[in-house]
Structures are given as C-alpha cells and as structure tokens.
C-alpha cells in the first residue's frame, strides 16, 4: 500500500509543476489587469522545459522577463533584472536574474544566473554570475557566493 501510494504521488508531481506554472501565469495576467485593464501575453518562450535534476522529468522555467503587459513596459522587469520561478518536484523556487543558461560541466547541468552586480558586491553593471547544481543528497540547489556586503 505505502508503495502504491509513493507511485500516485510521484505520478502526481508533473500534474502539480503544471498547475505551479498555470497559477503564475495567472497571477501574472491578473497582475497586468489590475494596472488599468492591461492585455497580458507570454510567449511560448516565456516557459522553457530543463532537465536540472537528473530525476527524469524536465523542471519548469518560468522567466517573467518574457511577459508583457499593454499598459507597463517594465512591470517585470528592469536593470536589476526579472523573477525566475523554477518548479522543481512540483516546489516553486523563485530567483531574481538579469539572464539565465543551462551548460554541462562533469557532465550535470548547471544553472548559470547573471545577476546584477550588487549581488556580489560591486557595482550594478559589474558582473556577477550565480552557479546552481543539484545536489542528490540534499534534493537541492547548491550555489556558493560572496555576501553582497563583501
């Protein structure tokens, strides 16, 4: 029984990344709405399937830079850069970036985040760039970097 259990929740998972990406649409359309009836869009680009885990199924990627809104042009999005939301076993983790690319190192996909200078201590034009792999035995992203203070 615990078995079947553990199976339906693991069938589940995909399910539930789906509705995670679905309500952040949402909530971006309804966003854009309340700022003077604003028409939200996302390009299809806007969600982008990535195999960060190793565990089989593709995370989701929703990059909100891609969204638009007709009445803001920056709601979004502006020189510090623009939320991230990651669904990761159908848990939402959300980061702020400027840009973001998947390369192989050792062969694991690593998540690659160009972040705003301050986040690593400097000046906002300075770059600054965030690794995040996964790590098994946490079921994590692992990342080291310098405080912004330093």
Aim: include cysteine; proline fraction near 4%.
């Amino acid at each position: 029984m615990i078995r079947l259990a553990a199976c339906l929740c693991l069938l589940a998972a995909p399910v539930f990344a789906e509705d995670t990406v679905e309500a952040i649409l949402a909530e971006a359309k309804a966003d854009c709405a309340s700022l003077d009836g604003g028409s939200f869009s996302a390009p299809e680009d806007a969600v982008t399937a990535v195999e960060l885990t190793g565990e089989g199924a593709p995370e989701q990627l929703v990059d909100a830079a891609k969204f638009q809104c007709s009445t803001s042009a920056s709601y979004w999005g502006g020189t510090g850069g623009s939320q991230l939301s990651l669904i990761v076993a159908g848990k939402r983790l959300d980061y702020f970036a400027q840009d973001w690319k998947v390369v192989f190192w050792n062969e694991a996909p690593v998540l690659l985040l160009w972040l705003n200078g301050g986040e690593c201590g400097g000046a906002g034009a300075d770059p600054c760039i965030e690794a995040l792999v996964w790590s098994d035995f946490n079921k994590a992203f692992m990342s080291v970097r310098p405080d912004a203070s330093e």
